[in-house]
C-alpha cells in the first residue's frame, strides 16, 4: 500500500492542454530482440544460384591474346548460423554469424596476361564452407529537441568483418597448385582479398541503419486533429524516455490532448484529475507472472482520463436522442415508467418524447484483469426528459446513470477488432428531479439505456485492423493486465515465427566479371594492379617500379611482388566467379 501511495503522491488537475509526461510505453525485451533475430536467420536465402560467367580480360592494349574464362553454373550457399540483438548499456548490439560456401563447378581459362603465357586450364572450382562473422553497434539517445520537445538520435558503428582461412578453391589444375602454396605461406591471403572486395561495400551501411532507425523511431511523432462534432481534438505525441538495458528497450512518450473549443453544455471546471504516477517497473516478464513476453505495450490511467476528458469538454457526449434514430414517444415510456407517467398523457394520443443526455461528470478509464480491460466509466451520465403537456414543453425530470462501457482489444494473430462491451449489471440510476413521477421510476431504465447507448456506440464504431503476416512472422497470442496500482495496463505480446520461410532469389545470369557487368562504371576491382601490370605497378610494357631489377629481368613481360609468388594473379580465376555476390551485396 506504501507502494502505491507513493507512486500517486503527486496526484494533481492537468489544465486542457497541458502534457501527460508519462502517456505510453513501448518495451520490446531481449528475449523479443532474440526472437527478432532467429526472424533474421530463418529468412536469409540458403543458396544464390549463379549461372553464366564468363568473358574476356586484356591485360593492356599490347595484348593480342586476352585471357578468357568461363565459369559453370554455381550455387553461392550463405546460412546465418546465429543472430544476436542485444540491448544493454544505452545500446543495440547486433552479431550475425555466417557461413559461406559453394556447389561445385568448372572454371576454364585460357589466354595470354603478363607473365602468363598459353594459358589452357579446366579447374575444379568449390568455396570452401567459411564462417563469417559481422558485428555493429547501434547507440541510441533521447535530446531535447530545443522547442520543449525530444528527438531520438541514432549513431552506428561502421561495422566489423571477420572472416575465417579460407581453403583452397582450385582443385586439379596448375592455378590450385599455385593458390596452394600461396596458402602456405599465408592462409589468410583469399580472406584478405575478400574482405577487400566486401569492405568498402559495407562502407555506408552504418549510415544507412542509422537513416532506417530514426525514421522508424521519428514515425513515433504524432501530430493531428480529430474532429469531434463540431469541434476539433488536437492530438500529439513524442518521445520522452529512452532506456536500453538488461531488461530491453523502453521508449517512454509523452502526450498533449487539447479540445478547439469547450461546449456549453458541460461546465469544465479546471481540467482532468490525473495521478501522474512513475514509469512502470519493466522486467522481461509480465506484472505478477512467471510468463516471458517478446514485447509489450503500456497504457497509463491519466492518458485515457485525458483524452474522455477532451471528449467530453468538446460536447461529443450531449447528443439529442432522437437524432439516433431511436423512436421516443410518452406510450413507450409508459410501459417503462410505470402508472403515475401513464397517467400524465392520454394514452390514445402519445406525444414524442425528447430525450437529452447531459453528462455532468467526464467518463474516466478503469482497468481490470478479467473480462474487458479497459472501461469506460460514466459518471453521473444525466438523461433529461421533455414532453409536451397543455401546449407546451415542459421537463418531466432527470435521471442520472452511472455505467460501465468495455472495451476488449480482441487482437489476434490475423487481425486487431475492438469490441465495445455494455455491462447491463453495472448500471445504477440516481433520481436528481422527478417531481410529477413517484420516485423509483428510474427502475424501467435498465432495458432503455443498453439501447441508447449502443446508438451513441455502435458496434463498427471502433475499426478492424488487419494484421499482416510480415515475412512468415504473426503474433502468437496477446493478453492484457493492469499493474499493481490500476494506473498502468500492459499488453504483451508473444511473436509466432514458426512459419518463416526464407526469402526467394532467382539469382542472376553475368555477363563480364558479375551479374550486371560493369559496362560504363570502369573495373572497380582494379585487376591491372592485380596482375601486376598497368601504370600503377609498373606493368607489362613501362618497366619497374617499387621492386626489384632482377625481378623484371627474370620475368621481362611483367613484375612479381616479393613474397606474391604469382599468388595475386592465380586468385583472379576464381574471383571471377564470386565478383556477382558483391555486386549483389
Given at each position: 500500500?506504501?507502494?502505491i ?60 591474346n ?47 596476361c ?5 594459358l ?42 571477420t ?41 555506408g551501411?552504418?549510415?544507412e ?100 476528458w ?21 406510450g ?57 403537456m ?34 447491463t ?18 427502475a ?104 626489384s ?37
Amino acid at each position: 500500500m506504501w507502494l502505491i501511495w507513493s507512486s500517486l503522491a503527486f496526484a494533481g488537475t492537468l489544465t486542457p492542454g497541458a502534457p501527460v509526461e508519462r502517456a505510453a510505453a513501448l518495451h520490446v525485451t531481449n528475449g523479443g530482440f532474440a526472437r527478432i533475430g532467429d526472424v533474421v536467420s530463418g529468412i536469409v536465402p540458403p543458396t544464390f544460384p549463379v549461372t553464366d560467367i564468363g568473358g574476356s580480360f586484356a591485360c593492356d592494349d599490347a595484348d593480342t591474346n586476352p585471357l578468357t574464362y568461363s565459369l559453370t553454373a554455381i550455387d553461392l550457399t550463405l546460412a546465418a548460423e546465429d543472430v544476436q540483438l542485444v540491448a544493454g548499456d544505452g545500446a543495440l548490439d547486433l552479431t550475425l554469424f555466417l557461413s559461406l560456401g559453394s556447389t561445385p563447378a568448372q572454371l576454364d581459362i585460357a589466354g595470354d596476361c603478363s607473365f602468363l603465357q598459353d594459358l589452357n586450364e579446366t579447374c575444379g572450382v568449390e568455396l570452401p564452407t567459411t564462417s563469417v562473422v559481422v558485428n555493429l553497434n547501434l547507440a541510441l539517445a533521447l535530446v531535447p529537441d530545443g522547442a520543449g520537445g525530444n528527438t531520438i538520435t541514432v549513431s552506428a558503428s561502421d561495422p566489423t568483418i571477420t572472416i575465417s582461412p579460407i581453403g583452397n578453391p582450385l582443385s586439379d589444375c596448375t592455378l590450385a597448385s599455385a593458390i596452394g602454396t600461396l596458402l602456405g605461406q599465408d592462409e589468410e591471403a583469399i580472406s584478405k582479398l575478400l574482405l577487400s572486395f566486401i569492405e568498402p561495400e559495407l562502407a555506408g551501411l552504418g549510415a544507412e541503419v542509422e537513416t532506417a532507425v530514426a525514421d522508424a523511431l521519428g514515425s513515433l511523432l504524432i501530430e493531428t486533429d480529430f474532429s469531434l462534432g463540431d469541434s476539433t481534438l488536437g492530438i500529439s505525441l513524442y518521445p520522452s524516455e529512452l532506456r536500453l538495458d538488461e531488461t530491453g528497450l523502453m521508449l517512454g512518450l509523452s502526450a498533449a490532448i487539447a479540445p478547439g473549443t469547450i461546449s456549453s453544455c458541460v461546465e469544465p471546471g479546471e481540467g482532468t484529475t490525473v495521478a501522474n504516477p512513475e514509469w512502470p517497473t519493466l522486467s522481461e516478464r509480465a506484472w505478477d507472472s512467471s510468463l516471458k513476453y517478446d514485447a509489450a505495450l503500456m497504457l497509463n490511467k491519466d492518458l485515457l482520463d485525458v483524452l474522455l476528458w477532451n471528449v467530453w469538454a468538446s460536447g461529443l457526449l450531449c447528443v439529442d436522442v432522437a437524432t439516433l434514430g431511436v423512436p421516443l414517444d410518452t406510450g413507450l415510456f409508459s410501459n417503462l415508467f410505470g402508472e403515475s407517467f401513464a397517467a400524465l398523457f392520454d394514452p390514445a394520443n402519445p406525444s414524442p418524447v425528447g430525450v437529452i443526455t447531459a453528462p455532468v461528470a467526464p467518463p474516466t478509464a478503469v482497468f481490470y484483469d478479467d473480462g474487458a480491460p479497459i472501461r469506460i466509466a460514466l459518471n453521473d451520465f444525466g438523461l433529461d426528459f421533455s414532453a409536451n403537456m397543455d401546449d407546451r414543453d415542459l421537463r418531466l425530470f432527470r435521471v442520472g446513470v452511472l455505467a460501465e462501457v468495455g472495451i476488449d482489444p480482441n487482437l489476434s494473430a490475423t487481425a486487431f477488432e475492438p469490441a465495445i462491451a455494455i455491462d447491463t449489471n453495472a448500471i445504477s440510476f440516481t433520481e436528481p428531479y422527478n417531481e410529477l413521477v413517484t420516485p423509483g421510476f428510474s427502475a424501467g431504465l435498465a432495458e432503455f439505456i443498453p439501447t441508447v447507448l449502443s446508438s451513441l456506440l455502435p458496434d463498427d464504431l471502433l475499426p478492424t485492423i488487419a494484421i499482416p503476416s510480415f515475412l512468415g512472422v504473426g503474433l502468437k497470442t496477446a493478453f492484457w493486465e493492469p499493474d499493481d496500482s490500476g494506473q498502468w495496463m500492459g499488453g504483451f505480446l508473444l511473436l509466432d515465427i514458426e512459419n518463416v520461410q526464407p526469402v526467394e532469389v532467382a539469382g542472376c545470369s553475368g555477363g563480364s566479371f558479375g551479374c550486371d557487368g560493369f559496362e560504363g562504371e570502369g573495373d572497380p576491382f582494379d585487376f591491372e594492379a592485380i596482375l601486376g601490370c598497368g601504370e600503377s605497378n609498373a606493368g607489362c610494357e613501362d618497366g619497374c617500379t617499387g621492386g626489384s631489377e632482377t625481378s623484371c629481368a627474370t620475368h621481362p613481360n611483367g613484375h612479381r611482388k616479393a613474397g606474391w609468388p604469382g599468388g595475386r594473379v592465380l586468385m583472379l580465376s576464381f574471383f571471377l566467379g564470386l565478383a556477382m555476390a558483391r555486386r549483389r551485396a
